[in-house]
């Protein structure tokens, strides 16, 4: 890759149909903003990468719905965090 720049989007303006959607059906779980990461060579595009975040509120629902599931993620014990 040439170049690559980082523009902050909102997560209900992105150009990706699938984002747009989930921040308008469930925006409580995600922060408002999210990146588009873009690559490019030569001055011409290559890709996009979309980059977005969880809300604590969704953080908190996985990490219980993780533990709950047979061989979910497990607490860090003491000291091996």
């Known amino acids: 890759m040439g ?4 523009k902050l989007i909102k997560g209900g303006d992105s ?3 699938e984002i ?5 059906e469930t925006p409580h779980e995600f922060l408002p903003f999210g990146i588009d990461w873009t690559f490019t060579l030569n001055g011409r595009e290559v890709f996009t990468i979309p980059a977005t975040f969880p809300s604590p ?3 908190e629902r996985d990490r219980r719905t993780a533990h709950a ?5 497990q607490p860090a014990q003491p000291g091996t965090a």
């Open 3 to 6: 170049d690559g720049r980082a």
């Open 15 to 17: 150009r990706y149909a």
């Open 20 to 24: 747009r959607q989930e921040y308008n």
């Open 57 to 59: 509120v969704r953080v």
């Open 69 to 73: 599931r047979p061989g979910g993620v």
